[in-house]
């Protein structure tokens, strides 16, 4: 994903039709999603760092790394623009339905089977009161380790109280799966690993060990 990219900020290409992730991602709230929240969180994020008065040099990255020193509204939007951006890259209408490469064997290594991971991740999705996102990210030592965040925070922000660099992550907001799944949270979460593009996790996984210092 393209988090290099400097303000003013756009809304990136998604990379497959709003129906195409149907019957897990309604092509109606696939588009509500990215037209209208995406776009959103974009427009008030390039409102509110013009408003900051703040230099506008942060790449997006570095936007997250650096949070604490804007304010809530750059916060929450560009929150809203990081996650979603990264969101949009680990979906795929054909993906291969479980992980590949050096990440299947860490999966299996830190959590005995990719059943068990699935528990793990489903715990964080669904233990997250209220808004929020649940993540699968890269530690400091090169470790996974899986947890939530409120509202659009993410494991990058420097606030952060879960940390990391995330390689999954999943929108559990109510405008997320609420057409489809209504209250069902756990259902849309048991659904949602019918169209992660694990290709693309791996490569964020590749790439998150190459920015620790780790080797997988
Ligand atoms: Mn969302």
């Known amino acids: 994903?393209?988090?290099?990219?400097?303000?003013?900020?756009?809304?990136?290409?998604?990379?497959?039709?709003?129906?195409?992730l149907e019957p897990v991602i309604d092509g109606k709230t696939m588009e509500l999603h990215y037209t209208k929240h995406h776009k959103g969180?974009?427009?008030?994020?390039?409102?509110?760092?013009?408003?900051?008065?703040?230099?506008?040099e942060h790449s997006l990255v570095d936007l997250m790394r650096s949070i604490s020193s804007f304010d809530t509204a750059v916060r929450n939007n560009g929150g809203g623009h990081?996650?979603?951006?990264?969101?949009?890259?680990?979906?795929?209408?054909?993906?291969t339905k479980e992980p590949v490469g050096d990440l299947k064997n860490a999966i299996n290594d830190q959590y005995g089977s990719f059943d068990r991971f699935r528990e793990e991740f489903k715990k964080a999705a669904t233990s997250r009161f209220g808004s929020g996102w649940?993540?699968?990210v890269v530690d400091a030592d090169g470790m996974l380790n899986i947890g939530s965040t409120p509202n659009q925070d993410n494991p990058l922000m420097d606030i952060a109280s879960f940390k990391g660099i995330p390689i999954l992550g999943l929108d559990v907001w109510e405008h997320a799966y609420y057409l489809s799944y209504q209250n069902r949270r756990p259902?849309?979460?048991?659904?949602?690993?019918?169209?992660?593009?694990?290709?693309?996790?791996?490569?964020?996984?590749?790439?998150?060990?190459?920015?620790?210092?780790s080797t997988a």
């Open 1 to 20: 994903m393209n988090v290099n990219q400097k303000p003013p900020f756009t809304l990136p290409d998604l990379p497959y039709g709003y129906a195409e």
């Open 41 to 56: 969180y974009v427009d008030k994020l390039n409102d509110a760092l013009k408003n900051s008065g703040q230099k506008q």
């Open 82 to 95: 990081f996650n979603h951006t990264f969101f949009w890259r680990i979906l795929s209408p054909d993906g």
């Open 134 to 136: 649940a993540w699968l």
């Open 187 to 213: 259902e849309y979460v048991d659904a949602f690993w019918d169209v992660v593009n694990w290709m693309e996790v791996e490569a964020q996984y590749q790439d998150s060990l190459k920015e620790v210092g």
